[in-house]
């Protein structure tokens, strides 16, 4: 079903597509085990668009847009299997605008300059964001972290945003690549992109302060990134599926299109439900949330579908492309790839629910 | 019906209807916070032919003195509508009805048979398709939309009890009965297209979030009782079903919007049929899981957190992948009417 989007939402979203049209899977093959994975001039291209100060308010120079103008953003640059973390250096500069004063980072990460991408998770699974096991101690001005973060997609970052406990809670906070006792060590993933362990030993940081309709940065931040990321496996999925009815369409069998076979039409039919449900559910979520101030349980719930969703859907496409969809070089396996990374990011769709369960309230 | 004419009293029994025709014209989300309230108490189904399939549709397609008569007492719930579609030889293959309407100077002689009518033994009057032209090639362009008084001569109505108990359903026998040439809604033989547009309607109809919102409660409700809640693999379920719940309601909105901005429900409304319906059957699979030994009980059962009706809703569910055209057949549409998949 088609979006009900303005006419300046309509245009934002061509310019995304159109910026994707000169990414894709080849220019994604090219970056695979490549340091950084993704081209910084393109990264750049998207801070010249806006792109990346999408949420950050017009008075710091951002565009001040929505959840809606983001997920669109997203959608796109998943689509076209987008090499740079443009969502996650949005969702950053986002935090990074967020106080009275902007962080001094958040022009660099606006333009392009510099990224920044959140570091919260702490373990494969169970992990609770507003309990990280990371300290933070000391005073504002001098806060000292000391813990370990996980699966953070540290490529060519410069700076993270790192959640920890302190006297007050979940706590945000900055801290650069190269603060004394900040530590990377990094893991090849098959996406073809690495993912990183942060080390920190009592490593300097600034606190991040909460927005004011958040009720706290930690919470505001994980729900932005759940949201993210749900958008950006949107745009997976649909294109995986774009390209596999293509081949339907296409590819002849006992004589017929397969096609226009019952048993693959009904599969293509599952597919596409299954897309058109995660997509309603993503994009009401952003046409009725603030930002800053995501219902909690929304945007699980979002992730969840998204992230179980893009799984099914990527290895249904696989198996519809029959042989040619195992070969490393038919593009569809890099969808199934990419739904993997993201699936995993910040919580499965197993780990949402575990938490959805509680913050729903359900067993009540 | 006592509760349809205390929403009729109070004026909010069509919420979703304009205001020129005794509705509320309430915006989306006025309809939404209204289907989760009815959920949330626990409200009892109302008929919903009238209301949401021929009521819309005369709307649309009616003359001015077919809606003078009819809208009125659907608002009232004075007077209870069936939709005549099936047929015994035209179930899914809809198109090959053929309960003949032969037009006699100025009355149609209705002879067939309908089958799987719901209500059709409260009803009053049916919305039905009758073939026109038996010769019409494509066999869709014969079938002409005829609203008929059930209690005419000539009808004979018998009841068909489903495994759900109850008699939800009946076949409807007509022997040469007399209806009124002005009882055409549309044009001569073009009835297909006004059902077409009706189907759109009813899928969208019969997928309102609002069923789906009272399983869950329902299986809250079972599973707090028999202690299966503590579980953390029926947790895990509980929220996936959970999940989906909120997707549907996204897709119901979603869907509502775009028919409030002028866009007819068309083929793409089987989306949300289809996963409404199989939503629902899989919540009430999830029921009697959480019901346990309790799953066959036929009355409801009686727990500390309240009473709740098991084995019942979960037969009822059984149908919502059959009727208003089976899974299959709307996955047939969308291939090739959405996606586009050669034939």
Same mark, same amino acid.
């Given at each position: 079903m088609d979006l009900h989007l303005t006419s300046e939402q309509t245009l934002l979203r061509d310019s995304a597509?159109?910026?994707?049209?000169?990414? %894709?899977?080849?220019?994604s093959r090219e970056f695979r085990e490549h340091d950084p994975s993704f081209a910084p001039a393109r990264?750049?291209?998207?801070?010249?668009? &806006?792109?990346? %100060?999408? @949420?950050? /308010?017009g008075s710091m120079d951002g565009l001040g847009l929505g959840l809606t103008e983001l997920a669109l953003v997203l959608e796109q640059t998943g689509r076209g299997l987008v090499c740079e973390p443009i969502g996650l250096a949005a969702i950053s500069a986002a935090a990074l605008g967020q106080g009275r004063t902007p962080h001094p980072m958040l022009e660099r990460v606006m333009t392009g300059a510099a990224l920044v991408?959140?570091?919260l998770q702490e373990s494969a699974h169970g992990d609770e964001p507003l309990e990280p096991?990371? $300290?933070v101690a000391g005073q504002d001005g001098a806060l000292r972290l000391t813990g370990r973060k996980m699966f953070v997609c540290a490529d060519g970052a410069d %700076?993270?945003?790192?959640?920890?406990? %302190?006297?007050? &809670? /979940? #706590? @945000?906070?900055?801290?650069?690549r190269d603060a004394p006792g900040c530590t990377l060590s990094t893991t090849q993933t098959v996406e073809g992109r690495k993912l990183a362990t942060l080390g920190l030993a009592d490593t300097p940081a600034d606190l991040i302060p909460a927005h004011s309709s958040s009720r706290n940065a930690v919470d505001a931040l994980h729900n932005l990134a759940l949201m993210a990321l749900s958008s950006e496996l949107l745009g997976v999925m649909e294109k995986a599926q774009e390209i596999t009815f293509d081949y339907l369409r296409l590819r002849k069998q006992f004589g017929k299109l397969i096609g226009s076979f019952q048993a693959l039409q009904h599969q293509a039919v599952n597919i596409y439900i299954r897309i058109e449900a995660a997509r309603s559910l993503v994009f009401q979520i952003a046409a009725n949330n603030d930002p800053y101030r995501i219902d909690p349980a929304l945007a699980i719930a979002a992730k969840a579908k998204a992230s179980e969703e893009a799984l099914v859907v990527t290895q249904a496409c696989i198996q519809l492309h029959g042989a040619i969809g195992f070969t490393d070089e038919h593009d569809i396996g890099l969808y199934l790839k990419r739904a993997m990374l993201l699936s995993s990011l910040f919580g499965n769709a197993a780990a949402q629910r575990r938490r959805y369960v509680a913050i729903a309230d359900l067993t009540a | 019906m006592p509760w349809y004419h205390t929403l009729s009293r109070k004026g909010w029994i069509a919420p979703h209807w304009p205001k020129q025709y005794g509705g509320m014209g309430a915006t989306l989300n006025e309809q939404i916070i209204m289907t989760e309230e009815l959920a949330r108490v626990g409200a009892p189904h109302l008929p919903v032919q009238g209301l949401n399939h021929i009521g819309p549709i005369l709307m649309e397609f009616a003359t001015d003195a077919q809606k003078a008569q009819h809208l009125p007492p659907i608002i009232a719930g004075t007077v209870i509508w069936a939709q005549g579609y099936s047929e015994?030889?035209? &179930?899914?293959d809809l198109a090959s009805l053929s309960t003949r309407a032969t037009l006699d100077g100025d $009355?149609?002689?209705?002879?067939?048979?309908?089958?799987?009518? #719901?209500?059709?033994h409260h009803s009053d009057w049916m919305f039905a398709l009758v073939r026109t032209d038996p010769q019409a090639q494509p066999r869709q362009a014969g079938i002409s939309f005829l609203l008929i008084d059930l209690h005419s001569p000539g009808i004979r109505i018998r009841p068909i009890k489903t495994i759900a108990g109850d008699d939800e359903f009946s076949e409807v026998f007509f022997d040469d009965v007399i209806v009124p040439a002005e009882n055409l809604v549309g044009k001569l033989h073009d009835g297909w297209r006004i059902a077409n547009a009706l189907l759109g309607h009813e899928r969208l109809g019969t997928s309102n979030p609002q069923f789906a919102l009272m399983a869950i409660e329902r299986i809250k409700t079972m599973a707090r009782a028999s202690g299966i809640m503590a579980d953390p693999a029926f947790q895990d379920r509980l929220a996936a079903a959970s999940i989906n719940v909120t997707a549907l309601s996204a897709l119901f909105s979603h869907a509502v919007e775009l028919t409030n901005n002028g866009q007819s429900p068309g083929p793409e409304s089987s989306v949300i049929k289809i996963f409404a319906s199989e939503l629902l059957q899989a919540l009430n699979?999830? @029921?009697?899981?959480?019901a346990g030994g309790h799953a066959t009980t036929e009355k409801p059962i009686a727990t500390d957190f309240g009473e709740v009706d098991v084995a019942t809703p979960f037969l009822q569910a059984r149908r919502v992948t059959i009727y208003g055209g089976s899974s299959e057949i709307q996955r047939n549409v969308l291939a090739r009417r959405v996606l586009n998949l050669p034939n």
């Amino acid at each position: 079903m088609d979006l009900h989007l303005t006419s300046e939402q309509t245009l934002l979203r061509d310019s995304a597509a159109k910026f994707v049209a000169a990414a %894709g899977p080849k220019i994604s093959r090219e970056f695979r085990e490549h340091d950084p994975s993704f081209a910084p001039a393109r990264l750049r291209q998207a801070g010249d668009l &806006g792109w990346l %100060g999408i @949420l950050v /308010p017009g008075s710091m120079d951002g565009l001040g847009l929505g959840l809606t103008e983001l997920a669109l953003v997203l959608e796109q640059t998943g689509r076209g299997l987008v090499c740079e973390p443009i969502g996650l250096a949005a969702i950053s500069a986002a935090a990074l605008g967020q106080g009275r004063t902007p962080h001094p980072m958040l022009e660099r990460v606006m333009t392009g300059a510099a990224l920044v991408v959140p570091a919260l998770q702490e373990s494969a699974h169970g992990d609770e964001p507003l309990e990280p096991r990371t $300290q933070v101690a000391g005073q504002d001005g001098a806060l000292r972290l000391t813990g370990r973060k996980m699966f953070v997609c540290a490529d060519g970052a410069d %700076g993270f945003l790192v959640s920890a406990s %302190g006297r007050d &809670g /979940p #706590t @945000l906070c900055y801290v650069a690549r190269d603060a004394p006792g900040c530590t990377l060590s990094t893991t090849q993933t098959v996406e073809g992109r690495k993912l990183a362990t942060l080390g920190l030993a009592d490593t300097p940081a600034d606190l991040i302060p909460a927005h004011s309709s958040s009720r706290n940065a930690v919470d505001a931040l994980h729900n932005l990134a759940l949201m993210a990321l749900s958008s950006e496996l949107l745009g997976v999925m649909e294109k995986a599926q774009e390209i596999t009815f293509d081949y339907l369409r296409l590819r002849k069998q006992f004589g017929k299109l397969i096609g226009s076979f019952q048993a693959l039409q009904h599969q293509a039919v599952n597919i596409y439900i299954r897309i058109e449900a995660a997509r309603s559910l993503v994009f009401q979520i952003a046409a009725n949330n603030d930002p800053y101030r995501i219902d909690p349980a929304l945007a699980i719930a979002a992730k969840a579908k998204a992230s179980e969703e893009a799984l099914v859907v990527t290895q249904a496409c696989i198996q519809l492309h029959g042989a040619i969809g195992f070969t490393d070089e038919h593009d569809i396996g890099l969808y199934l790839k990419r739904a993997m990374l993201l699936s995993s990011l910040f919580g499965n769709a197993a780990a949402q629910r575990r938490r959805y369960v509680a913050i729903a309230d359900l067993t009540a | 019906m006592p509760w349809y004419h205390t929403l009729s009293r109070k004026g909010w029994i069509a919420p979703h209807w304009p205001k020129q025709y005794g509705g509320m014209g309430a915006t989306l989300n006025e309809q939404i916070i209204m289907t989760e309230e009815l959920a949330r108490v626990g409200a009892p189904h109302l008929p919903v032919q009238g209301l949401n399939h021929i009521g819309p549709i005369l709307m649309e397609f009616a003359t001015d003195a077919q809606k003078a008569q009819h809208l009125p007492p659907i608002i009232a719930g004075t007077v209870i509508w069936a939709q005549g579609y099936s047929e015994p030889g035209a &179930g899914s293959d809809l198109a090959s009805l053929s309960t003949r309407a032969t037009l006699d100077g100025d $009355q149609f002689v209705v002879r067939g048979q309908k089958i799987w009518t #719901t209500w059709a033994h409260h009803s009053d009057w049916m919305f039905a398709l009758v073939r026109t032209d038996p010769q019409a090639q494509p066999r869709q362009a014969g079938i002409s939309f005829l609203l008929i008084d059930l209690h005419s001569p000539g009808i004979r109505i018998r009841p068909i009890k489903t495994i759900a108990g109850d008699d939800e359903f009946s076949e409807v026998f007509f022997d040469d009965v007399i209806v009124p040439a002005e009882n055409l809604v549309g044009k001569l033989h073009d009835g297909w297209r006004i059902a077409n547009a009706l189907l759109g309607h009813e899928r969208l109809g019969t997928s309102n979030p609002q069923f789906a919102l009272m399983a869950i409660e329902r299986i809250k409700t079972m599973a707090r009782a028999s202690g299966i809640m503590a579980d953390p693999a029926f947790q895990d379920r509980l929220a996936a079903a959970s999940i989906n719940v909120t997707a549907l309601s996204a897709l119901f909105s979603h869907a509502v919007e775009l028919t409030n901005n002028g866009q007819s429900p068309g083929p793409e409304s089987s989306v949300i049929k289809i996963f409404a319906s199989e939503l629902l059957q899989a919540l009430n699979e999830l @029921l009697i899981e959480a019901a346990g030994g309790h799953a066959t009980t036929e009355k409801p059962i009686a727990t500390d957190f309240g009473e709740v009706d098991v084995a019942t809703p979960f037969l009822q569910a059984r149908r919502v992948t059959i009727y208003g055209g089976s899974s299959e057949i709307q996955r047939n549409v969308l291939a090739r009417r959405v996606l586009n998949l050669p034939n």
